[in-house]
């Protein structure tokens, strides 16, 4: 079954965390070869450092210079890093940051080709990243720059009870209210309902909407945003086919488990949504960049550098996060093929209600 | 042991939630009053209604005029209602609004004199309890303004995995930010740390505070609060004696199971502290308002009125209420027998670092 492995591209991430650690051990289960082609965007001299001293067993390196000649029975890489690169675990670099840098930008120039058809980001710094040609906050913000589609991009955690996007993400809580808007929120929702359909081959989704004040505003007592951006963005939302229901009060709708009722939850902001995530299922979450035009997933972690060197870091998100990615990809596939191919509608139901959205 | 019995008062809350099915379910297990004397500020007639409706089995009541009439060995009742008084399950009424207020008017009345040791409050409807008399936003600012001790009175909650307070309370999201100073969080870390020790026997507190933004800043780049108030005020905290560590990034500290290491956690705003709260441990948590001259709990969930009259409650919170109201006078007793009765010090110890604080 060659022909149904998918190739996927892995950046190394920031060398002095835990992303080798957490590359190596995915690949070292040789398990996850029957699906992917691996090539990972990193550095041989790196990978055969961590591998050495963390004794990790199993992991054969096929060295290339280009994806073109990739080994599709073996785990190929991809040398980005200058030749005297040097790890230092658990800090952070210059070096660390440019390798990181580009890995990235090699990966995302062969995605752009399609000789990758999915990529799985490993954690970068966000401060030693940065440069005149990396000026984002993250990886979000720069791929949605090469890869947007006109939807905005959604941070979307995904495990294996829940997934959650949130409307605002790496700004101050005192930006959070201002920066919501129905028009932003509807954008979202769209973007969220959309990814569903197609990524994860839902029919038809089900979203619920968190409030943004304690207790959802508790009608106008604590705070109008609920009133004023929330219920109208839900009712225009609904309005445009996305099935979304709320604003519910944050704290009892985790509390009380409404989360299993949804595909999918729209947090306001970062924490409100990342608190209950993690609290809830901390070890296997899976970050999905929703709404561009490639497949990208991450692990939810993020450099670790407190546990880098260590052999403690555990590698199910990084593992979950390919697989993801894999089924992400073939989801599409298949969603596409359906598209070009819908069925033929018997004339009998030509009246009905039942729309191909 | 009739004699280390504590007398508690219990006033009856909204008429119309879930109130009496959690009061009569939890007396009607008769090792309550091995520990307790309850006296319910309520109505012998809502009361009836109740236990039948459900078909409580084990509660016979001892309708009482005044405390000072109880049967320590019988759960007494005091009519705070009208006569005519109509219960309709599920809906906010204003006569129910009366009722809430008259209960708890007559228990804090007697709380003042001293005929009860402890309340344990059932939840009221925050709107159709306002009136002249009671324009607070809840229980706790209420008792605050009757039994307030210089410090500000701190709402705790707790469960079998954690305590956790909040800086501030029931307000916007947008005022969050603007509400912070060193000298509210010095102050509520006071009190948290006084508590900790006098009403829960912990001899030298260990306080986790969370920080506001996301990442808990980042280091200033998203949000400049940690950087100019949270961290100035953990140093003037930890200069007037209190062990405070922090300020963790929010996600993180819960997903990681940090709160585990720590006797509290200091949020900075309500979903910040009530979403892991509850996405923990739903069904389990005690409200307690710490920093009151008097003791008072309450259970963590409200009136629920969609759940009223169906027999579906869980009264184990409000089980937990009344446990820890026992527990929490009787550690206050002890550490006042202690403060009276000082250990003498040896004189070897009289120039070392141990002091009593």
Redesign the interface.
């Known amino acids: 079954m060659e022909n149904d492995k998918i190739v996927i591209g892995i950046t190394h991430g920031d060398i002095n965390g835990i992303s080798y650690e957490v590359i190596l051990k995915t690949l070292a289960d040789a398990r996850v070869l029957d699906n992917i082609i691996p090539v990972i965007y990193g550095s041989p001299k790196v990978a055969a450092f961590y591998r050495k001293q963390l004794d990790i067993q199993g992991v054969n390196l096929n060295v290339i210079n280009a994806v073109e000649e990739l080994n599709p029975k073996r785990i190929n890489i991809i040398n980005c890093a200058d030749d005297d690169i040097k790890v230092e675990i658990g800090r952070s670099t210059p070096e660390a940051g440019k390798a990181a840098f580009n890995a990235l930008e090699r990966a995302t120039a062969d995605l752009q080709t399609g000789s990758l058809q999915a990529i799985v980001t490993a954690p970068i710094n ?2 030693n990243i940065q440069s005149d040609a990396f000026h984002f906050p993250g990886h979000t913000e720069y791929l949605e720059e090469k890869f947007g589609t006109g939807t905005p991009a959604v941070m979307l955690l995904v495990n294996d009870v829940m997934r959650v996007a949130v409307v605002t ?10 920066s919501l808007s129905v028009e932003k929120i509807v954008e979202k929702l769209q973007a969220l309902n959309i990814s569903l359909k197609q990524d994860f081959s839902i029919v038809r989704p089900r979203i619920a909407v968190l409030g ?4 959802a ?2 009608e106008g ?5 609920e009133q004023n951006i929330i219920i109208p963005a839900l009712k225009e939302a609904q309005e445009k086919g996305v099935v979304c229901v709320g604003p519910y009060p ?3 709708f ?4 409404q989360f299993s009722k949804f595909d999918a939850v729209l947090a ?5 949504g ?7 299922s ?1 070890d296997s979450g899976v970050n999905y960049t929703a709404g561009l035009s490639v497949v990208r997933t991450s692990p939810a972690h993020g450099t670790a550098y407190d546990l880098a060197g260590k052999n403690q870091a555990l590698e199910d998100s990084f593992r979950q996060a390919v697989y993801m990615a894999y089924d992400i990809y073939k989801s599409r596939e298949i969603n596409r093929e359906i598209a070009r191919n819908p069925l033929k509608v018997e004339p009998k139901f030509e009246k009905s209600n039942n729309k191909v959205e």
Do not use: C, R
């Open positions: 966000k401060k993400g790496h700004i101050p809580v005192n930006d959070v209210a201002k943004l004040n304690p207790h505003g508790d007592v604590i705070g109008n945003e944050a704290d009892g985790f509390g009380a488990g306001m902001y970062h924490d409100q990342l608190i209950p995530f993690k609290a809830i901390m």
